[in-house]
């Protein structure tokens, strides 16, 4: 069985080894214990780590285990990590040090750290030197080799590490096990050339690279074949997504917006640099496209987008939402802020105060800055006080709450097309799901609804939900 294709560090020979020991050690387990070893993961960050997981979890399930949502159950406990932010770091550390425990209990137990917390040196050097009950250690890039790492844990019973360089091929041939069957992240690119001056992402994910647009269309065929309705594409910049012979971006929603049986298409994330005309253009002319664009501001001081090397203004900024609503008046736009970036002045958080009221989000996501070792931010002066970040941050969010509860009240007494997702894990009663606006709707309805599109109209608001009555099919 081939599951990946491996870069040159690896040859095809010791390839082929890895997955035929795999599959032993399966069969004697199952044999001597009547089950399959199982596996758990869990995911820290973005929906670019959402989906890994999905392709880990294809991977692993190729190769003969079974996955298990019970953590204490696991032969093979896997935590696909950020960097983004200290808090989910320390979230990371704190449960595999809780781990050394349950190791001492279940001797077989294999722990597994991935991701983009595995691409920095400092926090690999940590746990070679204090977390030794870790097995496998791999980053952001090499996701394809998981077989040889389990070989060579199973092997030499000892540490494993990947080889810490970075990988510019993309690898075409894993899927994903995916958590629902009727909507899909596809990923289009990876890497950044930004170099935000807060920002990981360029030394955890390498360079910019595109995949084909005949690959990415070709998986989006398959998928609407098998049922999917709605497409997420992912990239750390999906804006410069860059083909052959000048295919852009907004080529590539075109060819999608034709493929039969996909009703709807959504991206993440943007930058602002690169909304073209064309990709606006967009908004007005495909018919599967969601009414929906999440577009970073980050601070609403020009001063501060300098220091963070933003590469644009406010005024461009606002510019292009003006465009964007020209094409589409009933968009809903949603951002990332940072409060507290190194330097910050109130002066320069009233205009990110100021901004927000212009714009007026239908949400945000918003942070503290946090120190990302590594970055350019780290080393500025000016550092601003924890407690002066947090009173910011608040502060931010009664704004931004106060107008999302007002965008989603004009919602009232309209109907929203909305595919349902899921049962409330509150009422087994109501059913969630998203509106065209990717507004979160919740309604009473039966189970069997799952992956249906279907009219709701919206009876109440608050400002992160809607609440709704389902309309009854004649």
Not at 136 to 143: D, H, P, Y
């Amino acid at each position: 069985m081939k599951v990946a294709r491996i870069h040159s560090l690896y040859s095809e020979a010791e390839y082929d080894e890895a997955i035929k020991y795999i599959k032993n050690y399966i069969a004697d387990y199952v044999d001597k214990y009547g089950v399959k070893p199982r596996f758990f993961i869990k995911t820290y960050g973005c929906q670019m780590n959402e989906h890994d997981s999905e392709r880990i979890m294809w991977i692993l399930k190729k190769l003969g285990f079974s996955f298990t949502d019970n953590e204490k159950e696991a032969d093979y406990i896997i935590y696909n990590t950020c960097l983004i932010r200290e808090n989910a770091e320390l979230k990371v550390f704190g449960r595999v040090g809780a781990l050394k425990s349950l190791k001492r209990e279940k001797k077989s137990l294999k722990i597994i750290l991935c991701g983009c917390m595995m691409e920095n040196e400092g926090i690999r050097n940590t746990i070679k030197s204090k977390y030794r009950h870790v097995d496998i250690v791999f980053g952001a890039n090499t996701l394809e080799e998981l077989p040889l790492y389990i070989y060579r844990n199973l092997v030499d019973n000892e540490q494993v590490f990947d080889s810490f360089d970075k990988i510019d091929l993309i690898v075409e041939d894993i899927s994903s096990i995916r958590k629902y069957d009727f909507k899909a992240y596809v990923n289009i690119m990876y890497g950044c050339n930004n170099f935000c001056t807060y920002c990981v992402v360029p030394y955890t994910r390498g360079r910019e690279r595109s995949r084909d647009s005949d690959d990415i269309l070709k998986e989006i065929r398959a998928l609407a074949s098998s049922g999917v309705k709605e497409i997420i594409l992912l990239g750390q910049n999906v804006n410069s997504y860059r083909g052959k012979y000048g295919y852009g971006f907004h080529n590539l929603l075109s060819d999608i917006d034709k493929i039969d049986g996909i009703k709807r298409i959504s991206f993440m994330t943007s930058h602002p640099k690169d909304i073209s005309d064309e990709l606006i253009a967009s908004y007005g002319q495909l018919n599967n496209l969601l009414k929906y664009i999440h577009l970073p501001i980050q601070s609403g001081s020009n001063r501060i987008l300098k220091e963070m090397n933003r590469k644009y203004t406010v005024e461009y900024y606002i510019d292009k939402i003006n465009k964007i609503r020209d094409i589409m008046p009933n968009i809903a736009i949603s951002t990332d802020i940072i409060v507290g970036f190194p330097g910050e002045t109130e002066e320069d958080f009233q205009a990110t105060l100021d901004l927000v009221k212009k714009v007026k989000y239908d949400s945000s996501f918003s942070f503290i800055y946090s120190i990302r070792p590594g970055t350019k931010a780290a080393n500025l002066i000016n550092q601003i006080a924890e407690e002066e970040k947090s009173l910011r941050l608040k502060r931010l969010n009664d704004v931004l709450n106060k107008i999302s509860y007002e965008k989603n009240s004009e919602c009232i007494g309209k109907k929203e097309i909305v595919l349902v997702e899921e049962v409330s894990k509150q009422n087994p009663n109501i059913l969630s799901g998203r509106s065209e606006q990717n507004k979160l709707v919740h309604f009473e309805g039966n189970k069997s609804l799952i992956g249906e599109l279907v009219t709701v109209e919206i009876t109440n608001a608050k400002s992160f939900t809607l609440e709704g009555v389902l309309e009854v099919r004649k």
